[in-house]
């Protein structure tokens, strides 16, 4: 088990390399120049090439990528590099970019898992539920529910709630802050959605492909209540598939932030990322979508390793059957 | 036994085994009334899209009357368009700058559809190369292909998008190839995992002991066998474009204003939401539905494809 | 009354696409205390439905058993509440499945499974059980320790021999045996067979064995029944059935079979398809294969005839034979 875990951590790296050079590049195309918005329009072209000269722009791309993962030495702009968790100051707020992603990611992260824990607690449920009476009225309901979940634009969503209760209603605040944790309701309830159906839709399928098995046929001949039959053996089958797509989930959570977090103002590393776009505050781009990604990369890996923990079977063969 | 004949006779026999093909398949999707429902959806805001011209002139709907502002849906005004004023029956209300906001949802689906089916279309044609290059050539190309895709999907799908679009610059372009490049891993992995499977077959070595060419063989032998997947999926596909691009341009990454599109309609709706929510949940409405429908589309068309996909 | 299992006029259907499956047509069978019933035929016979249907097991909405009584014991199967159904399943009447591969849950130790049995119907401790389930294994060839692994790190056979300790925990009176063996090697077919010979002699367990080879049924059993379209057209003891077979179906079965001794070159195979179960025929349901077939086939249905002290649901004995109708 502990070598499949280092065997997977160790995969990880050429792919976590892969993402800053690929995102450096972006960025390294992009249109604006940095040196130019430090300066204003007006600048002396004297004064435009020391700073370009100054920021390193000047360098050949592959010394721009080293430097920005290894680090620049410099007074002004110099920086330790992404894989020491710093890239200086951001050119338009001059404030630290990792300092800023660093201390917003924890409002992301809390509004990630609320709205994990959120779609876990009514998605699972309601599909076992529905599993357990398919093609019932009431699983006709949840299936519509959940199809309506997943189509919907979020962010509009995020809108009409916004609209509703705190404008019409006025029960909860429009703004959302992680210090008054009433106002995270809004946001968390938007970002829940799409994931809760999901999971009701997968633990449905999972169910109904489970109950079909002959394990659980003969489960039913020991004389097994059926209660017992669907807690033990039918459940643990059907969760298996699940903790996947429900640690999937929440990789899927943390980047659907970005969609929801800029509507409600709430302070975490969307709102930043977006704004930095706004801005073309390059570095703070660089390092708001490289930590995000890095984030879901290691979320992805656990829920891996969770899996494993949980099938027998995985531990021998690396990988289950059952892995969509 | 005539794999390669491409005779009349067997033209019309291939040609009848297709209408029987599809004969079947439709017996099997109309059953599904939700997915049957959605497909006339569908076929209605495409139809909308392509004769858009016919209900609303573009520049009526991109035109600017401000007397005319947050008119509620049913209200009449008069706009002052092409040297004249005409009387004007906002049937889903005005927005702040007074235009016809139904109109300038009739004209959004044809962005919204063009984009939707362009990017698939790159997608596709992107990612089915590369995945059966991998799956079909495998060793180094293989290895190369896979970790591109692997990084390519380490990156939160929307992030990607909203990445590539930051660092091109808005444009419709930019716009198509932004999602056309994160849609692009799905293909990869389904055509490579089919192409995978269906190498090692009996009936590709007979072809090949025929003295296929290798192309012949990828094309002939393999796409056929993997066409179910991606119907279904490029049908979801083009739900999850539409989304992508109405959230794109309600970022200001996408379609400026003017121009009509669902997603900078719910922008500038925001501003106003508490005056004026009409403008707020018309354009989500269209989002929704047509989302929906092609996913219900795809649901169905799954289930009537292959019994096997199920789920 | 020393029947076991008295299955009287069964019917059993299953509804798909607004068609009607009959899997197992107005089927009468008795089961006497301590035999092993061979039951032969075809894929598709209703073999396994039959069994089902013994521990009312025929899953709705889409099957459903129309008609019939089912006795066990004298008390009526088909009348049981749930509660009283599960008491039954797995204690007077378990199972064994063909395929050990899928029989068995995935994800919990072999021990627990064979437990949880001992313990629901035997009221015994969580500890109790488990060391019931590690007794069961050793019964069955397998190192007590092992009851803690999962069924994946265990191999065909001894999966088998896992799921026969399970079916045999709580000392069944009846054991439906559904084709125990097809799934496994031919070495370990031999092994297993031995090992279910061996634990049924000890504990008197009755047996329905369903099986599509007459070897086995010779091997094994004491009276054979042989299944056709959801029929039982031929009922008696091993020594009548196969001294001489009277239906022309089981006959077949036998010319389909190799034989060492006779010089014949090639096996004659029972030509034709079961008839669609959707679909079956007016008269006797194998007429459409059968080689003697007469006008009164295409017609009418043939009842039970009682010929030399063995049953058979043919028109070929129907005037010289004793009528066997009114039996029933």
């Known amino acids: 088990m502990w070598r499949y875990i280092a065997k997977r951590i160790l995969m990880l790296i050429p792919v976590l390399v892969g993402v800053t050079f690929l995102v450096f590049s972006l960025m390294y195309i992009t249109p604006s120049d940095p040196a130019q918005l430090m300066l204003g329009a007006n600048a002396s072209p004297a004064a435009y090439a020391q700073m370009r000269a100054d920021m390193g722009l000047d360098k050949p791309f592959i010394v721009q990528y080293l430097r920005f993962l290894f680090g620049y030495k410099h007074p002004v702009f110099g920086y330790k590099g992404l894989v020491f ?6 050119y338009i707020t001059n404030r630290y970019v990792f300092e800023l992603i660093l201390s917003s990611f924890p409002n992301t992260a809390l509004l990630a898992t609320g709205a994990l824990i959120l779609s876990i607690a009514l998605g699972v449920p309601i599909g076992i539920l529905s599993a357990t009476r ?8 949840f299936t519509v529910l959940a199809l309506l979940g997943a189509s919907m634009p979020t962010f509009w969503v995020a809108m009409v709630f916004i609209f509703f209760f705190a404008n019409r209603l006025g029960w909860l605040p429009a703004m959302s802050d992680p210090a008054n944790l009433i106002s995270i309701i809004l946001p968390m309830v938007t970002l829940s959605l799409n994931s809760m159906a999901i999971l009701m839709r997968m633990t449905r399928s ?10 659980i046929r003969t489960a039913r001949l020991k004389g097994l209540d059926e209660g017992v039959v669907i807690r033990k053996h039918a459940l643990r089958n059907a969760l298996i598939p699940i903790i996947t797509i429900a640690g999937l989930q929440f990789g899927a959570l943390l980047s659907g932030a970005v969609l929801t977090e800029k509507i409600f103002a709430y302070p975490g590393i969307g709102t930043i990322m977006v704004d930095a776009i706004y801005l073309k505050d390059t570095p703070q781009i660089l390092g708001s979508i490289c930590f995000v990604a890095i984030m879901f990369s290691l979320v992805n890996l656990a829920v891996d390793i969770m899996y494993g923990l949980v099938d027998p079977r995985v531990k021998e063969t690396k990988r289950g059957p059952g892995r969509k | 036994m005539h794999a390669f004949d491409t005779s009349g006779s067997n033209l019309s026999r291939s040609l009848r085994r297709i209408a029987r093909n599809f004969g079947q398949f439709w017996r099997r999707f109309s059953r599904n009334k939700l997915a049957t429902a959605s497909l006339a959806f569908v076929i209605l805001v495409a139809l909308v899209s392509v004769f858009a011209d016919l209900f609303y002139n573009y520049d009526f709907v991109t035109a600017n009357s401000l007397e005319n502002a947050f008119l509620k849906p049913g209200e009449s005004g008069v706009v002052y368009f092409q040297d004249r004023d005409v009387e004007h029956r906002f049937l889903l209300g005005s927005d702040n700058y007074g235009r016809d906001i139904l109109g300038r949802i009739v004209h959004g689906a044809r962005v919204s559809l063009i984009i939707g089916f362009v990017a698939v279309a790159f997608a596709l044609s992107l990612g089915g190369t590369l995945g059966a290059m991998a799956g079909y050539k495998g060793g180094r190309m293989d290895t190369l292909i896979m970790r591109v895709t692997d990084i390519l999907l380490s990156i939160p799908m929307i992030m990607l998008s909203i990445a590539i679009v930051a660092a091109l610059g808005n444009s419709f372009f930019n716009l198509l190839l932004a999602i056309s490049i994160t849609l692009a891993p799905r293909y990869i992995r389904i055509v490579r995992a089919s192409v995978i499977t269906v190498k090692d077959q009996e009936f590709v070595e007979a072809a090949r002991c025929l003295g296929a060419s290798d192309l012949r063989i990828v ?9 179910a997947p991606i119907i279904v999926q490029s049908t979801l596909n083009v739900g999850t474009a539409i989304l992508w691009t109405s959230f794109l ?14 997603g900078n309609m719910l922008a500038e709706a925001r501003e106003f939401i ?10 989500g409405i269209a989002i929704l539905l047509t989302v929906l429908a092609y996913n219900l589309m795809g649901d169905g068309l799954r289930d009537a494809l292959d019994p096997k996909l199920k789920r | 009354m020393d029947n076991l299992l008295e299955i009287r006029d069964l019917a059993v259907h299953y509804y798909s696409n607004r068609k009607v499956v009959e899997a197992v047509n107005h089927l009468s069978l008795d089961m006497k205390k301590g035999t092993v019933l061979g039951l032969v035929g075809e894929t598709g016979a209703g073999k396994t439905t039959l069994a089902l249907s013994i521990v009312n097991m025929i899953r709705g909405p889409q099957g459903k058993i129309v008609q019939g009584s089912l006795r066990f014991n004298g008390k009526d199967i088909l009348a049981m509440g749930r509660q009283e159904l599960r008491g039954l399943r797995g204690k007077d009447i378990a199972m064994i499945f063909q395929d050990p591969m899928t029989a068995l849950n995935p994800v919990l130790p072999v021990g627990d499974q064979i437990a949880e049995t001992v313990i629901r119907h035997e009221g015994l401790t969580r500890a109790q059980g488990w060391k019931k389930a590690e007794e069961m294994l050793e019964t069955v060839g397998i190192p007590g320790i092992r ?3 999962y069924p994946h790190q265990f191999s065909g056979g001894m999966k088998q021999r896992v799921v026969i300790a399970l079916a045999l925990a709580c000392n069944p009176v009846l054991l439906l045996a559904d084709e125990p063996t097809t799934a496994l090697d031919v070495t370990i077919q031999a092994q297993v067979l031995d090992l279910m010979r061996k634990l049924i002699r000890e504990n008197g367990t009755s ?10 049924v010779a091997e094994n059993c004491d009276e054979v029944a042989t299944m056709y379209a959801g029929e039982i057209v031929e009922y008696g003891t091993v020594d009548q059935v196969f001294g001489r077979p009277l239906h022309p179906y089981t006959r077949g079965l036998f010319g389909s079979l190799p034989r060492l001794r006779d010089s014949q070159r090639r096996l004659t195979p029972i030509p034709g398809l079961m008839p669609d179960p959707t679909a079956l025929p007016r008269g006797c349901y194998f007429a459409p294969r059968c080689p003697d077939k007469m006008p009164v086939c295409g017609e009418i249905h043939p009842r039970d005839h009682l010929f030399e002290g063995h049953r058979v649901k043919c028109h070929l004995y129907g005037g010289n034979g004793r009528e066997a109708g009114n039996e029933r």
């Not at chain 1, 398919?134 to 309901?141: A, G, K, L, R, W």
């Not at chain 2, 508490?274 to 354009?283: C, E, G």
């Not at chain 3, 047996?207 to 086995?216: D, K, M």
Request: charged letters at 15%; a negative charge; glycine letters at 8%.
């Open chain 1, 85 to 90: 968790g710093d890239l200086g100051r951001s």
């Open chain 1, 134 to 141: 398919p093609y019932s009225f009431i699983d006709m309901v």
């Open chain 1, 206 to 215: 999972s169910m109904l492909e489970v109950m079909e098995q002959d394990y």
């Open chain 2, 219 to 227: 094309f002939r032998h393999i796409l056929i066998n993997i066409t």
């Open chain 2, 249 to 262: 341009s309600f970022l200001g990454l996408g379609i400026m204003p003017p121009k009509p599109e669902w």
């Open chain 2, 274 to 283: 508490q005056y004026a929510p009409h403008t707020l949940f018309a354009p």
């Open chain 3, 147 to 149: 009851s803690r692994e």
């Open chain 3, 207 to 216: 047996v329905l064995f369903i099986t599509h080879s007459l070897g086995l």
